[in-house]
């Protein structure tokens, strides 16, 4: 198999696992929202009661949510390093964005973002939703 191809494969790949990664996140969030607002019904309709059941299964959703999407980003960036990899076979620098470090990290201070922040302030606001 040539270079070029390898890279094609690897760009598909790398479509592939990103596409993967982002409907992860958005399942999570939308699963995460639905929990929220049987929460808030809850709450404000039953007076808290039950409230600690589907508390115990946003709790475990964050959970899983961290745990998935740290994975799946790893294959991103497998996909992505052998991009870099296979950046002469273009005989450009069209790839250097990908190289961790160059230019800004929008996509390192996302990934921490919607893996780790947005997980954590929904398990303090079940916190706070219980208390």
């Known amino acids: 198999m040539r270079d070029e191809e390898k890279l094609q494969v690897c760009w598909q790949a790398f479509s592939m696992e990103n596409s993967l990664l982002q409907s992860y996140r958005t399942l999570f969030m939308m699963v995460e929202a639905a929990l ?4 808030f019904v809850l709450l404000q ?23 998935i999407c740290e ?13 870099i990899s296979l950046q002469p076979a273009t005989g450009t620098d069209w790839f250097e964005y990908l190289k961790p470090g160059v230019k800004f990290p929008g996509g ?3 990934r921490y973002l919607f893996n780790y922040a947005i997980p954590l302030v929904i398990v ?3 916190v706070i939703m219980v208390i």
């Open 124 to 126: 303090v606001l079940w």
């Open 71 to 83: 994975a799946k980003g790893k294959d991103v960036d497998t996909w992505m390093k052998r991009i």
């Open 36 to 39: 929220l607002a049987l929460g």
């Open 108 to 110: 390192r201070i996302a």
């Open 45 to 67: 309709v039953y007076e808290g009661a039950g409230i600690l059941f589907p508390a115990i299964i946003g709790w475990i959703v964050a959970i899983i949510w961290v745990i």
